[in-house]
């Protein structure tokens, strides 16, 4: 069975990786970047929990979603 990913799960991804690429680029100036490790370090983290938070929501919401029609080997 093959299953779609919702919109909005790619959608979060898709954010969370462009505004990696774009705090990484206008961070750096002549003297290095403008944040330090730590702040890139724990902005990665919380886009990293932000796209598993969004991701476990969907394979929750999807678990508690009941099929409609008869189900395979279902007695009538």
Do not use: F, H, W
Request: net charge positive; proline share 5%; hydrophobic share 30%.
């Amino acid at each position: 069975e093959q299953q779609t990913v919702p919109s909005y799960v790619a959608a979060t991804e898709r954010i969370c990786d462009q505004a990696m690429v774009t705090l990484n680029k206008s961070g750096d100036t002549p003297n290095g970047n403008a944040l330090g490790e730590e702040e890139l370090e724990a902005l990665t983290r919380a886009m990293g929990s932000l796209k598993s938070v969004v991701a476990n929501y969907a394979v929750s919401k999807q678990a508690t979603t009941r099929p409609r029609g008869p189900q395979k080997g279902a007695r009538r």
